[in-house]
C-alpha cells in the first residue's frame, strides 16, 4: 500500500513539473521613428570651470637633435641599391 502511495506522488509530482511543450512564437516590435524635441527643454543652471581644476602652463622645452646633420646621404643610397642586387 506504501508503495502504491509513492508511485502515485510520483507520477503527480512529476506532471507538476512538467514544462509545456507547445512552443509559442515571440515576435518583438521595435520603434521605426522616435522625434527628439529639444526646443522645448530648458535648461537652468550657470557654467564655468570649478577653479582646483585649472592646468598649469609649462614652460616648453627645445630638444637638442641627437643625429648629426647631413646634406648628402647618396653612400648609403648605394650601398643600399648594392645590397639589393
Same mark, same amino acid.
Request: glycine letters at 6%; charged letters at 35%.
Given at each position: 500500500?506504501?508503495?502504491?502511495i509513492?508511485?502515485?506522488?510520483l507520477?503527480?509530482?512529476?506532471?507538476?513539473?512538467?514544462q509545456?511543450?507547445?512552443?509559442?512564437?515571440i515576435?518583438?516590435?521595435?520603434?521605426?521613428y522616435?522625434k527628439?524635441?529639444?526646443?522645448?527643454?530648458?535648461?537652468?543652471?550657470?557654467?564655468?570651470?570649478?577653479?582646483?581644476?585649472?592646468?598649469?602652463? =609649462?614652460?616648453? =622645452?627645445?630638444? =637638442?637633435?641627437?643625429l648629426p646633420?647631413?646634406?648628402n646621404?647618396?653612400?648609403?643610397?648605394?650601398?643600399?641599391?648594392?645590397?639589393?642586387?
Open positions: 500500500m506504501n508503495k502504491l509513492l508511485v502515485v506522488s507520477l503527480l509530482t512529476t506532471s507538476l513539473y512538467a509545456n511543450n507547445k512552443k509559442e512564437r515576435i518583438y516590435k521595435y520603434k521605426k522616435q527628439f524635441d529639444f526646443e522645448d527643454l530648458t535648461i537652468e543652471g550657470e557654467t564655468g570651470s570649478p577653479p582646483d581644476l585649472g592646468v598649469d602652463t =609649462r614652460l616648453q =622645452r627645445k630638444f =637638442r637633435n641627437k646633420y647631413r646634406k646621404f647618396n653612400p648609403e643610397i648605394r650601398k643600399g641599391i648594392e645590397r639589393i642586387r
